[in-house]
């Protein structure tokens, strides 16, 4: 594990999550097996999270998958697949949520988010966020969209730097991975 945050910053125990339980229908095909620069999309994100300093990892809508866990409800969005997984935790949970579909996402990106104590998203994207002490009962139980989690956990909004908007963009269509792949040369 790469230590990129002093250790008096870090949490007692932080969790990666990767979000990997899309239906992908725009994309036409499962997108945590696509390939970006010869590697998967999931194991570039599973790799992401190794070099972060991150106690756990967890890949939610993936029960077969290494880290797999499976998602309590399938097909309802990330929203409602984050808060029945932090309804079987003991305690409040340390997170770093990650998408699957993000190839070009950095620790830039992700340390930036750690670096604030209350926790931090960016402006008009709701992945990746940092969440330090997530506690279910911040959560309304009609939760359904991701926004409710960012704004039940209180986490602060960051301004987006212009220079990682393609870093931080989703692949949702095979359009938006050739893109990528264009803007992001191997």
Known sequence: MNNHQPESARPNFLTGIILAGGQ???MGRDKAEILFHGKSLLDRATDLLRSLPVDDIIVLGREGAEHGVADETPHLGPARAIKAWLERQ???AHLIVIPVDMPALGHDQLNRLLAQPGGA???DLYLPFYAPNAQIN???????RMRDI???FQLTELKTPSEWRAALMNVNTPEDLHTLEQTFPE
């Open 24 to 26: 992908a229908r725009r």
């Open 90 to 92: 003991p305690r409040p």
């Open 121 to 123: 998203y960016y402006h």
């Open 138 to 144: 911040r959560l309304k139980d009609d939760l359904v």
């Open 150 to 152: 960012l704004s039940g």
